[in-house]
């Protein structure tokens, strides 16, 4: 964006990283019930991720030490975090996506194949990359949302996570994006890698985010910015 310096994780991405060992977990109300969004450990990833936005777009750095309970900063990461779900549209996505299979379906007739749905990969790389690459390509970060198991149980939602896209490299048929992951603080090495040549095949997104689970695919969030607190 024009007349605001790159967004760097070492540089717009908080000090400290998301654990929060005496916070709750936060509980978001859905069409499927009451769902806790992470643990009590990392349950922030989305609201410090849409929060470390806000903060570049108001061309702020964001605050260096972790925030309190019921702080004016703490409230604020715990709103955007709301905000990142998009309930119900937002939750409705993850959930789908959740129960996706991890390649196209479908059958051969008459020496044709037929699909029957897209998998992850597909939707990932044919739909979710060009939208991506287009915010930046203009050099606006851009909020992604990782589904990380296959589960039909509502509740194990709070176990994808999300990051901010900053910056993409292509070779060949691979792509890189580097993103922020408030799991890991303020490290510029985050990256998701992957082949996007055969997107209706198992695809492997390797990445150095700190989460327990591998990456079935991911999605760009709506966002929109909201000022942050002084």
Same mark, same amino acid.
């Given at each position: 964006?024009?007349?605001?310096?790159?967004?760097?994780?070492?540089?717009?991405?908080?000090?400290?990283?998301?654990?929060?060992?005496?916070?709750?977990?936060?509980?978001?109300?859905?069409?499927? @019930?009451?769902?806790?969004?992470?643990?009590?450990?990392?349950?922030?990833? @989305?609201?410090?991720?849409?929060?470390?936005?806000?903060?570049?777009?108001?061309?702020?750095?964001?605050?260096?030490?972790?925030?309190?309970?019921?702080?004016?900063?703490?409230?604020?990461?715990?709103?955007?975090?709301?905000?990142?779900?998009?309930?119900?549209?937002?939750?409705?996505?993850?959930?789908?996506?959740?129960?996706?299979?991890?390649? &196209?379906?479908?059958?051969?007739?008459?020496?044709?194949?037929?699909?029957?749905?897209?998998?992850?990969?597909?939707?990932? $790389?044919?739909?979710?990359?060009?939208?991506?690459?287009?915010?930046?390509?203009?050099? =606006?970060?851009?909020?992604?949302?990782?589904?990380? =198991?296959?589960? @039909?149980?509502?509740?194990?939602?709070?176990?994808?996570?999300?990051?901010?896209?900053?910056?993409?490299?292509?070779?060949?048929?691979? =792509?890189?994006?580097?993103?922020?992951?408030?799991?890991?603080?303020? &490290?510029?090495?985050?990256?998701?890698?992957?082949?996007?040549?055969?997107?209706?095949?198992?695809?492997?997104?390797?990445?150095? $985010?700190?989460?327990?689970?591998?990456?079935?695919?991911?999605?760009?969030?709506?966002?929109?910015?909201?000022?942050?607190?002084?």
């Amino acid at each position: 964006m024009a007349g605001r310096e790159r967004f760097l994780a070492s540089h717009n991405g908080f000090a400290f990283s998301n654990s929060w060992p005496k916070q709750p977990a936060v509980t978001l109300d859905t069409p499927f @019930g009451p769902i806790k969004v992470g643990d009590a450990s990392k349950g922030l990833c @989305g609201g410090m991720a849409f929060a470390a936005l806000d903060y570049w777009y108001a061309d702020r750095v964001p605050p260096p030490d972790r925030p309190a309970a019921g702080s004016p900063l703490y409230t604020f990461l715990v709103k955007r975090i709301v905000d990142s779900w998009h309930v119900p549209v937002g939750i409705a996505q993850y959930f789908q996506w959740m129960n996706l299979p991890d390649s &196209d379906q479908g059958f051969t007739a008459f020496g044709q194949r037929i699909i029957t749905q897209r998998g992850l990969p597909w939707r990932t $790389i044919r739909q979710q990359l060009p939208l991506i690459r287009a915010d930046l390509d203009k050099q =606006v970060p851009c909020p992604l949302g990782l589904v990380t =198991v296959r589960s @039909g149980r509502p509740q194990d939602m709070g176990q994808c996570h999300q990051v901010l896209a900053y910056g993409y490299r292509v070779a060949g048929p691979e =792509v890189t994006i580097d993103a922020y992951d408030p799991n890991s603080g303020q &490290d510029d090495t985050i990256t998701i890698t992957f082949d996007r040549s055969h997107p209706g095949k198992p695809t492997t997104f390797r990445h150095t $985010i700190d989460i327990p689970h591998p990456i079935r695919g991911f999605f760009r969030t709506a966002y929109a910015p909201v000022t942050p607190p002084a």
